[in-house]
C-alpha cells in the first residue's frame, strides 16, 4: 500500500470555475479577485481581506505595512516554514527566536516575553499544523509591550480560538492557499485585516505601489491609462484563476475540516499508548483545522523509515530555523530543540480513506 502524506482535493466546481475564467477573457486580478476578497473576509470574520499570490507575500507586506525602521526586532518561532522568518529579513529587521512549547510546537510566550528588548517592535505566531496559539497571552503580551502581532494563519483555515475563527482576533493576519493547504488554490495567499486605511495601502503594495489597479481603470466608461505610482510595491497580487477556485473551495472547506478532524480523531484513538510515541496536546478552548497530523516520537527518524519502507510517506515540520545559515543560532531553545527532533508529520489529506488509516496506523503499533 502506499499513503501519501499530503494530497490536495479539487471540487468539479473548481474545475468548471476555472474554465469560465479562462473564457472570460480576463485573467489577471478582476472580478473573482474582488468577490473572493469579499468571501473570505466575511469567512474570516474580519473587515477586509488583500487577496495575493502567496503566503510569503502576505507575510512580507503585512511586515512592510507596519514601516519598521532596519534593525528593529521581531519575536518569532523557530518551528515554521522559512518564509516567516524570511519576511523579517526582507525587511531588514532581525528575528529574535522565543522557545516552543514542548506538547504543540507553539510559541512559548512567556519564553517570548523574556526575549523582548527595547529594540522590539512585533510578534510573528504561527498556529502550528492548524493549532491555535495560545491567542489571550499574545495579545495581552503585546499590548503591555506595545508591540505590534502578525498572525502567520498559514495552516489554520477555518481553525477557531473561544468560538471565534483563527483571522478575526488581530490587526494583521497571513493566510496561505498554497496547493496543499486546508483552501487550495494551486497557490495564493491573503492578508486579513481591521483597517481600512490599511488594507488600502496593501493594495497599493501588492500591485508595485500604483494607485490603482488595471481592472479599476477597465471599469471606468473608458478604459484609463493613466494612474500614479505612490510608494515601491511589488507584483504581489492574485490573479482571477486563483480567486476562481478559492470561491469554490470556500464554500467546501468546514465540511472538509470536519472530515480532516474525522481522521485526526482516528489517528488518535488507534495511537494513544504507544510505547515511544507522544500525541501533541489539544486545548478544549480552540478547535484546529487539522493542516498536519504530527506525533512526537523516539527515534523519529527510524520510525520515518519504518513507515517508509511499508509505503507510508512522512514528513518533518519543521526543522529549526535558526540551524540556517542566514539566522544567528541559538542554543538556549531546548524545547524548540527536542520538538523538531522527534515530530513526524503523518499522512493527512481528503484523498485518505479509513482503511488508509488504519494502516498507518498498525503500521506504528508494529514497532520501529
Avoid at 283 to 311: I, Q, W
Avoid at 327 to 342: G, I, M, P
Wanted: contains cysteine; glycine residues 8%.
Amino acid at each position: 500500500m502506499h499513503v501519501q502524506l499530503l494530497k490536495p482535493m479539487i471540487s468539479n466546481e473548481a474545475i468548471q470555475a476555472v474554465a469560465e475564467v479562462l473564457r472570460s477573457g480576463w485573467l489577471g486580478l478582476g472580478p473573482k479577485t474582488v468577490e473572493f476578497e469579499s468571501a473570505f473576509a466575511s469567512y474570516a470574520g474580519n473587515g477586509y481581506c488583500v487577496a495575493l499570490n502567496s503566503g510569503s507575500a502576505a507575510l512580507h507586506l503585512a511586515l512592510r505595512s507596519l514601516n519598521l525602521p532596519e534593525g528593529s526586532e521581531i519575536i518569532t518561532t523557530p518551528i515554521t516554514f522559512v518564509s516567516t522568518n524570511h519576511a523579517i529579513l526582507y525587511e531588514r529587521c532581525t528575528p529574535v527566536f522565543a522557545d516552543v512549547q514542548a506538547d504543540t510546537g507553539n510559541i512559548d510566550v512567556n519564553s517570548a516575553a523574556s526575549k523582548i528588548s527595547d529594540r522590539t517592535r512585533a510578534m510573528i505566531v504561527v498556529h502550528l499544523g492548524g493549532d491555535p496559539c495560545d491567542l489571550d497571552q499574545v495579545y495581552a503580551t503585546a499590548r503591555s509591550h506595545g508591540l505590534s502581532v502578525i498572525e502567520d494563519c498559514a495552516h489554520a483555515c477555518g481553525a477557531t480560538y473561544k468560538g471565534k475563527r483563527i483571522g478575526s482576533h488581530g490587526e494583521l493576519h497571513a493566510f496561505s492557499f498554497h496547493a496543499v493547504k486546508n483552501l487550495p488554490m494551486g497557490d495564493g495567499g491573503a492578508l486579513v485585516v481591521k483597517d481600512e486605511k490599511v488594507s488600502a495601502r496593501l493594495r497599493r503594495l501588492r500591485w508595485l505601489g500604483i494607485d490603482r489597479d488595471t481592472f479599476e481603470r477597465a471599469r471606468e466608461p473608458a478604459y484609463s491609462w493613466d494612474y500614479a505610482v505612490t510608494e515601491l510595491g511589488f507584483k504581489y497580487h492574485m490573479n482571477d484563476i486563483q480567486a476562481a477556485i478559492g470561491l469554490a473551495q470556500l464554500r467546501r472547506v468546514d465540511i472538509e475540516n470536519a472530515r480532516r478532524a474525522e481522521i485526526a480523531k482516528r489517528y488518535r484513538r488507534g495511537l494513544n499508548g504507544v510505547p515511544g510515541l507522544r500525541l501533541l496536546r489539544q486545548s478544549g478552548d480552540r478547535t484546529s483545522s487539522n493542516h498536519l497530523f504530527r506525533v512526537l516520537a523516539e527515534n523519529r527518524d527510524g520510525l520515518s523509515l519504518k513507515l517508509k519502507s511499508a509505503g507510508v510517506e512522512t514528513g518533518v515540520h519543521f526543522r529549526r530555523n535558526d540551524l540556517y545559515p542566514m539566522y544567528r543560532r541559538d542554543d538556549s531553545l531546548v524545547q524548540a530543540e527536542r520538538f523538531w527532533r522527534s515530530c513526524l508529520s503523518l499522512p493527512m489529506h481528503l484523498h485518505l480513506s479509513d482503511e488508509q488509516v488504519d494502516y498507518v496506523i498498525e503500521q506504528i503499533r508494529g514497532g520501529w
